[in-house]
């Protein structure tokens, strides 16, 4: 199983970006997809789970209002838009697939992509 992000950079504050994680070697509609962030010195944090076309619930508060979520099931893709972005905002951002018909169920992680909101 491979899960690959992709669209991190250097951004101005005020601009956006937009995320992408493909994955591959597993059965895509059986994860529950999820981004997570981790700030230099910070615990890693739940930004999103993916619900179809939105980003479902927004775990973290200076988020709200400035992300769009998506899952691509054909593509097996799922995508992270950030607007208005914060020099705060800058973190790895990672992708985590969960399955989703097991308590238990396999979690898999990407390699994460840096964010860095800069002047």
């Known amino acids: 199983v491979q899960l690959v992000e992709s669209g991190g950079g250097l951004v101005q504050p005020g601009g956006s970006l937009r995320l992408s994680c493909v994955a591959s070697g597993l059965t895509f509609t059986d994860y529950q997809m999820s981004w997570y962030r981790q700030a230099p010195g910070k615990e890693r944090e739940l930004v999103a789970t993916i619900d179809g076309i939105s980003c479902g619930i927004i775990y973290v508060d200076s988020l709200k209002g400035r992300l769009t979520c998506w899952r691509d099931d054909v593509e097996s893709k799922v995508y992270l838009q950030m607007s208005s972005l914060k020099p705060q905002d800058t973190a790895v951002y990672y992708c985590?697939?969960?399955?989703?018909?097991?308590?238990?169920?396999?979690?898999?992680w990407g390699q994460g992509t840096q964010v860095t909101i800069s002047p």
């Open positions: 985590h697939a969960r399955y989703r018909w097991a308590v238990r169920g396999a979690v898999y």
